[in-house]
């Protein structure tokens, strides 16, 4: 991202300004520029920006992290909504401006494992505002400073749904696999450092294995088809360290009832092969349960964060119907993200005095790391806005 912040600082005071007609001019088309008096009225513009934008970045959860490469096309296939907004006000060389974007979008994904399939939701939410000044006001074109806010809010979500036919029948073979070296523990025949390496590989090899046995999981989780972070990207170890702790409580509570009975010898022997027998059934069912329950769940992570910025936005007026209006923004400044900035750059016509269409091409990066979550990614794309100015 540190390459990006030398790149885009130089397009936003290269190519500095904001989208024109309705939706950044806010100033008479071929006219000399008039004098500025407190009896000059507001003018007012409402738009609807159309963004194409693919995403590309790094999003990472407890430090797994996911290769970002989602096209416009993907996008697309996976919208479940889309909200867009833009406002704007204008007296004399004093100007207000708001837009506010909302993308939601989901993703279903076949695991065929322990885990049968997952389910994910995305939810972005961008919010700017900003106050601008114009510094210089030409006949055909004019220079406005801005400085503002950046306001992002990401969700994201995945539903985990497991196999419970096969999660029983993995709890059964993993149980009666541990069933001898859980004896020989009991017998004090082997340490309790060898039977926690042979408890620990069972598991890899019975469970953890059985998870995602066709890595379908990892690898769509390291590049997914919507912007989302790995959420599930630790749950096989989370779920081996379950299971550990789940045999260790239950070989601490066999081990009590049998040092209770104080047998030796032959007796005791007989009397850990049946408490272990009679316990298998049981801890398999109960496996299963728990397995189930961390295997079938629900993982979240939201955040939100604010970045103050400032930027430049001009506008070229060719004539009383066409002109190009370009935008540059950089902020963050280790507020919210270290780094924020947004380039925008259009051609706009003006169908009416007062409905003006603009198409361009527009780009947001934000590098923000916090409490668990990495969200270093770029939108881009190109946009098509319609508005009225009054």
Do not use: C
């Not at 500025?36 to 995403?55: C, M, N, R």
């Not at 994201?156 to 029983?168: F, N, R, V, Y």
């Not at 209770?260 to 032959?266: S, Y």
């Amino acid at each position: 991202m540190r390459t990006k912040l030398s790149f885009f600082a130089g397009a936003v005071f290269a190519t500095v300004g904001h989208l024109g007609a309705g939706s950044m001019e806010l100033a008479p088309k071929e006219t000399a520029p008039p004098s500025i008096t407190q009896s000059e009225p507001w003018q007012f513009t409402i738009a609807v920006p159309g963004w194409l934008a693919s995403f590309n970045g790094t999003i990472g959860i407890r430090g797994v992290n996911a290769n970002i490469d989602v096209p416009v096309t993907e996008v697309l296939q996976h919208f479940d909504a889309i909200l867009a907004g833009r406002v704007e006000a204008q007296k004399g060389p004093f100007g207000i401006f708001g837009e506010a974007i909302y993308m939601g979008l989901s993703d279903v994904t076949q695991i065929n494992g322990l885990i049968n399939n997952i389910h994910e939701t995305v939810d972005l939410t961008y919010v700017d505002g900003a106050l601008s000044w114009r510094l210089v006001n030409q006949p055909r074109w004019f220079l406005n400073f801005a400085a503002g806010t950046h306001y992002t809010t990401v969700y994201e979500q995945l539903e985990l749904h497991s196999d419970p036919i096969l999660i029983q029948q993995t709890s059964k073979q993993f149980v009666d696999n541990i069933a001898d070296d859980l004896r020989d523990r009991l017998n004090k025949d082997i340490s309790n450092s060898e039977f926690l390496a042979a408890l620990k590989g069972t598991i890899e090899a019975d469970i953890v294995s059985r998870i995602d046995k066709h890595n379908l999981l990892e690898r769509h989780e390291s590049k997914p088809r919507i912007p989302i972070g790995p959420l599930g990207g630790r749950i096989e170890e989370d779920v081996a360290q379950r299971v550990e702790n789940f045999i260790e409580k239950e070989k601490a509570a066999l081990e009590a009832r049998i040092d209770a009975l104080r047998l030796m010898g032959a007796a005791r022997r007989a009397a850990v092969a049946r408490a272990v027998n009679a316990a298998k059934a049981r801890i398999a069912n109960q496996l299963a349960l728990r397995l189930d329950k961390s295997l079938s769940q629900t993982l979240s992570k939201d955040d939100y964060w604010f970045d103050p910025y400032v930027g430049l936005r001009a506008r070229y007026n060719f004539n009383r119907t066409f002109y190009t209006a370009v935008r540059g923004e950089i902020g963050g400044f280790g507020v919210g993200a270290d780094l924020m900035w947004e380039v925008e750059t259009v051609v706009g016509i003006n169908l009416t005095r007062s409905i003006f269409t603009e198409i361009g091409y527009r780009a947001l990066g934000a590098d923000y790391e916090n409490n668990g979550l990495l969200f270093d990614a770029v939108l881009h794309g190109p946009q098509i806005t319609t508005g009225i100015t009054f």
